[in-house]
């Protein structure tokens, strides 16, 4: 058998390259910050193999529909659906209700090989609330099932007689359209989990085995290009980070330089002597039970610490993992592959058949909201604080913003009185505030009211969009707050709090369920601190005489603390974990958008800030408990008894600030 149609060593050697790269990075990211790149060579490889096999049986007269599925099913279905199951069994017992039900859906949608369609609805691959579920990595999948759904019809069009000496080409034509889409996308979810936009990664590899290019004809060209695409792939593995601008032109790298070193085997030469390794191809050959295995065992392991692994632990999963695959690869992946292939679509639905097991398990567990019943009473309350210890008002006030009556909103005010003495303006971080506020107001007679609408900051003239560029109804919000403060003779203070730093859109995007946003003003993208300047000045121009305080950014946790607790209490684990985290994320988030909001008020009279992590961070940690009660409901907003305990202290230091100024 020739090395163009037969087995090719330098293939695995290449599969190993991608899994190491995916593996090192998931694990130790500093390593290899572009590691992620090993799914974009996977999908040339894979382009690659695929287009060959369907092409040549096509021009041989012997392509089978049926045969192919089968053989597709029986390379994917088994080692998947066992390592699906395995994961939402063991995420059963670690992961509370919330992310159980997270855990849930990615089941579901993984039994349908639609995982990145479901992940398209978040904010991204490198967004925590993502990065938790142990059943990310599976997107890739979905994408490349998907793509050998509509590529075999795709070739056979291109099959034809009259375009079959173009459809190399024809596929060329197809690969730039995709990229071209992909580029214009690329601020999207949808260009980085979508096969639309990923398709051109495939075509990649196709366009090779359709013969676009002639194989090398001697060993010194082949080696060269095969010098030349590991050193692009290395470039790319080095350079390339979550903040990189990803998938689009920025991926071109890693995929020409794995279809080179896919080109520079497919001659009459075996391709480079490193890929050809025995140890190489070992690892190469159980790729794909390795990407099964590796991911869940990293985050189910760190759910369960609540803190960042050490080096030595996540080594430990790493060697647990490349255990896992080859016991998989060796009785799961090898026995199945092999087998009769006479009535192929019957013997295809016994195959699909193990998949209703993964999409029956996971809406069990996304439509019982991640089985609560399963925890003990005590597990229970403590993950519940997630939804209790909130600010009473919050369904009346924030939820429903829109339709909110205005005494809904109002705190301490007797009846029929008109105006109030403090407005609390800002998005849900304001809203988590309002219960601390109020305590701190009504102990002086004064009355509160709350203004807070979701994903708007309290800043006026500008445009907020979401990363899905979905337009939030910020702007006549808070033309609506600024006309509130101009008619209100009564406002003596105005608490501006929000997300400050989601609104700078900067790295890092450690923080879970954090969207992306970005704000523009004058049609021009902005960060934090002209706005804000432009929003202070537009009170001021309004109401000299109104006082404004600022509350900085609360610091943004790597934990949640009810949640962490209720899992301690389930798994008898101590509640130490769940009392602070490491000070360097949180102060790397909030540090920054401190610093635009000095430089915002700066020389202006009648407006302070408070900082609440100079509080809450000290010493290397930032606390997420006081008195072994959480101060937070999630990993980012203050609870109500947090609130009541801490905001008072903040607003007597910036009323201070207020009545004496310079003091």
Known sequence: MSSELGYRRDIDGLRAVAVAAIVIHHAFPGLLPGGFIGVDVFFVISGYLITRLIAGARDGGTFSWGGFYLRRARRIVPAYVLAVLVTAALAAVIEMPRLLAMTGAATAASGLFLANILFTQTAGYFAPGVQQNPLLHLWSLGVEEQFYLVWPALIALLSWKRVRGARATLALVLLIASLALAQAMVANTWAFFGLPTRAWEFLAGGVLALGLVKPPQDRTRANLAGVIGGLMIAGGLALLSEASVFPGLSAVPACLGAALLVWSGSGATPGLAVLRLSPVVGLGRISYSLYLWHWPLLVLAADVAQQPLSGLQRLGLVGAALV????????????????????????????????????????????????????????????????????????????????????????????????????????????????????????RGWSVREVARGGCPPLVGVTVRTMYRFKLECEAAADQVLARITGDKRLKLLVLSARWPLYRDAPPYYDVNSPRVTMRLGGRRTSLGAPLGRTLSAIAKRRPDIRVLIVGPFPELTLGAPECLGQSAQLRLPRGLCASVAAEPPLSRALPAEDAIRAAI???RRVAAVFPSQTLCASGRCLAMMDGEPIYFDDDHLSASGARRLVPAWLDVGWEALEHPGS
């Open 324 to 443: 896992l695959a080859i016991v998989s690869w060796r009785f799961v992946e090898q026995p199945f592959r092999r087998g009769p292939t006479d009535r192929p679509w019957r013997r295809l639905g016994l195959m699909l058949l193990p998949l209703l097991a993964p999409i029956a398990v996971g809406a069990l567990l996304f439509f019982s909201h991640g089985l609560p019943g399963r925890l003990s009473p005590a597990a229970k309350a403590l993950a519940d604080l997630e939804e209790t210890d909130v600010n009473p008002a919050r369904e009346a006030c924030f939820e429903n913003a829109r339709t909110a009556k205005p005494e809904d909103c109002r705190f301490g005010a007797a009846l029929g009185v008109e105006g109030d003495d403090v407005l609390v303006w800002g998005d849900s971080h304001a809203d988590a505030l309002t219960p601390g506020v109020v305590a701190w107001a009504v102990a």
């Open 602 to 604: 700066q020389d202006r």
